[in-house]
């Protein structure tokens, strides 16, 4: 009997030993999965900051070379519920046509978007005709010069790209038609351009012809300052300041990028109106109508 009951004993721990064993070799081989997942992780993040390096290897945390951010302002047009200022793009327009416009072009714009914006009918077609445009050719086949329409675009100060460099010691004035939306910031960014002339700091050289401009990526712009206290004359009596021709001409270049942000505005606000009011009328005629039925009592008497 004792004989009987040591081999059932025996037999037992034989069974039990391969799945000990079986369970401790999966305990290692998952210890050794997870090395290996971590060592292939390892790899590859190395391999790709390795890359990145060799690829990219002027990264610079200098803030410089990207530009200061400018702060933001307040400008009105920004307003959910507010339009552009009118009498700044009309003083805008000013300071672009008395000091921009000798460098700057503005491509996108024609005389007839200035009308009922900043300028009447009348204002426009006389501006207008002041600019000689080539046009033609006649019943000759020769071109010939005429005044300027509404119709044409604003005038460009350079014939082409070459002399414009040639007249900015090899810099390209860009277009101004898009300006505000081309640069990060938008009229921030350039407000805080025209007014952020300033001397370099100890140990920053800037080379001749270029001007320090913090907010500028690399701090050196071929641009000098050109806003200074009353150098235009505004017809409406306003102070000329540097600050407030800077504020005037990035309205103006603000608009210019964005003509039909007063129209979006309205229509915005006048579809607003229109669906809160059928939204309210959707709601009552849904309560009036369910109303009744969700609220009636439904009564079966069976037959007898």
């Not at 009596?237 to 001409?249: E, H, I, N």
């Not at 039909?260 to 309205?266: C, I, M, P, T, V």
């Not at 579809?271 to 009744?292: C, D, N, Q």
Request: hydrophobic letters at 40%.
């Amino acid at each position: 009997m004792f004989a009987r009951l040591a081999s059932q004993s025996t037999r037992r721990a034989l069974q039990k030993a391969p799945v000990q064993a079986r369970f401790a070799s999966t305990k290692a081989q998952a210890g050794s999965n997870k090395a290996q997942i971590a060592a292939v992780g390892t790899g590859i993040i190395g391999a790709t900051a390795l890359a990145y390096t060799m690829v990219d290897n002027n990264v610079s945390a200098n803030m410089a070379d990207e530009g200061l951010h400018p702060p933001a302002y307040p400008w009105y047009q920004n307003s959910p519920v507010h339009t552009f200022d009118h009498a700044a793009i009309r003083r805008g327009y000013q300071v672009y046509r008395e000091v921009c416009s000798a460098c700057h072009s503005l491509d996108r714009i024609a005389w007839r978007n200035l009308i009922n914006v900043s300028h009447s009918e009348d204002e426009v077609k006389t501006m207008a005709e002041e600019v000689e445009y080539e046009d033609g050719p006649d019943e000759n086949g020769d071109m010939f010069q005429r005044p300027g329409k509404p119709s044409d675009y604003m005038p460009k100060p350079y014939a082409n790209e070459e002399a414009a460099r040639a007249g900015n010691a090899g810099a390209l004035p860009p277009d101004l038609s898009l300006i505000i939306k081309a640069r990060h910031g938008g009229s921030d960014y350039v407000f805080s351009l025209l007014t952020g002339y300033v001397d370099a700091p100890a140990g920053v050289e800037v080379r001749e012809g270029l001007n320090y401009n913090p907010y500028f990526p690399g701090g050196a712009i071929a641009m000098a300052r050109v806003l200074f206290d009353g150098l235009v004359e505004y017809e409406d009596g306003t102070p000329a300041t540097a600050s407030q021709m800077a504020r005037d001409v990035t309205t103006f270049l603000a608009w210019a990028s964005e003509p039909e942000h007063d129209d979006r505005k309205k229509m915005g606000m006048k579809a607003a109106i229109v669906l809160s009011g059928l939204t309210l009328l959707s709601v009552y005629i849904k309560r009036f109508k369910w109303a009744p039925i969700k609220s009636r009592k439904i009564i079966y008497n069976p037959p007898q």
